[in-house]
Each structure stands twice: as C-alpha cells, then as structure tokens.
C-alpha cells in the first residue's frame, strides 16, 4: 500500500505529486508530517516520516493485512506440501472395493440376527 498524503487547508486525500488540491485550491509547495512538522518533498515521505516514523494509521493496517495474508499463504502452501500424500484406486476399484464392504456388512448382519 502506498502513502498517502492530504491536504492541509481541507484534509482531503490528494496525489503525491499534486501541486495544488483538487478540492479548496490549496498551493502545494512542500510536505509536512503531522506529528514532528518536519517539511520535504514527497519522495521524502514515501515510507513514513524520516524523523520520527510516522505512518498514516490506514498505510500501517493495510501494511499489516499484506504481511499477515503473505504469511497466510507460505503456511497453507508448506501444509499442502505436507499433506500432499494420496492414495490412487483406479477407477473400476471403487465398485469393487463397494460390493466388498456391502458384503461383509451383510455377513456381519446375518450373525448377529442368528445370535439373538
């Protein structure tokens, strides 16, 4: 997620290279950070302010999702990995494996009516 910079006089978002605000008409000569008021362009505010850190709370969540999603995505593929083992019936198999069980469940049926 990019950096995102507002306007001074209105507060609204505006582009990082704009040199007025599409809104109130506001001059931009300069970026300021709003915690340590240090002013430089905006390629000096691309990663946060340098003096003191500062990073606009929604850049830092959307920081946070990406890095927490990234993780996410190497733990799901190393379980894939882990889990990749599989047994492989071919086809005709399965209606043989089917008639197998049926006819061991009816055997197994069959004796415990006869015990009763």
Not at 91 to 109: N, T
Request: proline share 7%.
């Amino acid at each position: 997620m990019e950096t995102k910079f507002y306007c001074n006089k209105c507060r609204n978002e505006v582009a990082p290279n704009a040199n007025q605000c599409p809104y109130c008409g506001e001059r931009f000569n300069a970026v300021q950070c709003p915690v340590c008021k240090l002013i430089g362009t905006p390629d000096t505010f691309m990663r946060g302010c340098p003096s003191c850190g500062y990073v606009n709370p929604q850049q830092e969540m959307g920081n946070r999702a990406k890095m927490q999603k990234s993780k996410d995505n190497q733990l799901n593929k190393k379980k894939h990995k882990k889990n990749s083992f599989r047994i492989v019936i071919p086809p005709g198999w399965y209606k043989i494996i089917l008639l197998i069980f049926i006819l061991i469940l009816a055997i197994l049926l069959y004796l415990l009516y006869r015990l009763f």
